[in-house]
């Protein structure tokens, strides 16, 4: 993996974790968000502790991939049936299974949403539109309401910290501006759809509220 980020690869990991009958290939999943970590290493070190969270649930997953039992965690919707089917997921409190595919991914999930109305944010955005204000918008309406008062807190420092909205389209990697905007565009469907159909899959095993 090259270590400056790319907007572009981010596009292409999450279109490769697309499979042709709509399932989401987890070792693809774990590449884009291994990507965007990246990304944010780059903005600083007001960021490691959001880091430091992505890359321990991307190695609980790569863990399981990598395992005796790897061939059932190679989409979500093998994990999510695998797990649940072995009775391998706590389902109302945390018990035997702390960290199970499920609970973890979930977690994920929740921040690709963020993610999702981060992007939009941006790619709409005029000159003068601030990304600390963007963030916290798109955290506001997805990710604080999981999150307790102390780390909502400190995730609200963090966007402090972050690059004006110019800098930010510089690190992207994605051309001049416009290009940028053209990427985003077509980044977000893309992804989306890999989170529909994973919220999609847990509404339907009632697996929102894990612990
Ligand atoms: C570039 C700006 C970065 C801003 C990131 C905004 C998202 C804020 C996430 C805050 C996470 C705080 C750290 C702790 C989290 C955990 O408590 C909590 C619960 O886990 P647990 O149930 O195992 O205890 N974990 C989570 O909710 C998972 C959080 C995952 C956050 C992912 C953030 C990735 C940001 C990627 C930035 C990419 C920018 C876009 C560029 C194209």
């Given at each position: 993996?090259?270590?400056?980020?790319s907007?572009?690869?981010?596009?292409?990991?999450?279109?490769?974790?697309?499979?042709?009958?709509k399932?989401?290939?987890?070792?693809?999943?774990?590449a884009?968000?291994?990507?965007?970590?990246s990304?944010?290493?780059?903005?600083?070190?007001?960021?490691?502790?959001?880091?430091?969270?992505?890359?321990?649930?991307?190695?609980?997953l790569?863990?399981?991939?990598?395992?005796?039992?790897?061939?059932?965690?190679?989409t979500?919707?093998?994990?999510?049936?695998?797990?649940?089917?072995?009775d391998?997921?706590?389902?109302?409190?945390?018990?035997?299974h702390?960290?199970?595919?499920?609970?973890?991914?979930?977690?994920?999930?929740?921040?690709?949403?963020?993610?999702?109305?981060?992007?939009?944010?941006?790619?709409?955005?005029t000159?003068?539109?601030?990304?600390?204000?963007?963030?916290?918008?798109?955290?506001?309406?997805?990710?604080?309401?999981?999150?307790?008062?102390l780390?909502?807190?400190?995730?609200?420092?963090?966007?402090?910290?972050?690059p004006?909205?110019?800098?930010?389209?510089?690190?992207m990697?994605?051309?001049?501006?416009?290009?940028?905007?053209a990427?985003?565009?077509e980044?977000?469907?893309l992804?989306?759809?890999?989170y529909?159909?994973?919220?999609?899959?847990?509404?339907k095993?009632?697996?929102?509220?894990?612990?």
């Open positions: 993996m090259a270590d400056t980020f907007l572009q690869r981010v596009l292409e990991t999450f279109r490769s974790s697309l499979s042709e009958n399932e989401v290939y987890i070792k693809y999943y774990i884009g968000w291994q990507e965007l970590v990304f944010m290493n780059s903005l600083g070190n007001v960021f490691s502790f959001i880091s430091k969270d992505v890359v321990s649930k991307i190695q609980i790569e863990n399981f991939l990598s395992g005796e039992n790897g061939s059932y965690y190679v979500i919707q093998s994990m999510v049936k695998y797990e649940l089917d072995n391998l997921v706590d389902l109302t409190k945390r018990g035997s702390p960290e199970s595919g499920c609970r973890t991914l979930l977690r994920l999930h929740r921040a690709l949403l963020w993610l999702e109305l981060f992007l939009e944010r941006l790619r709409t955005s000159e003068d539109g601030k990304t600390s204000v963007m963030c916290s918008d798109a955290y506001n309406e997805s990710l604080a309401q999981h999150h307790p008062w780390i909502r807190k400190a995730v609200g420092v963090a966007f402090c910290a972050l004006g909205r110019d800098t930010f389209f510089d690190v990697n994605a051309g001049d501006h416009t290009q940028v905007v990427l985003l565009g980044s977000l469907p992804i989306a759809e890999v529909q159909i994973t919220e999609d899959l847990y509404v095993n009632h697996l929102l509220e894990l612990p």
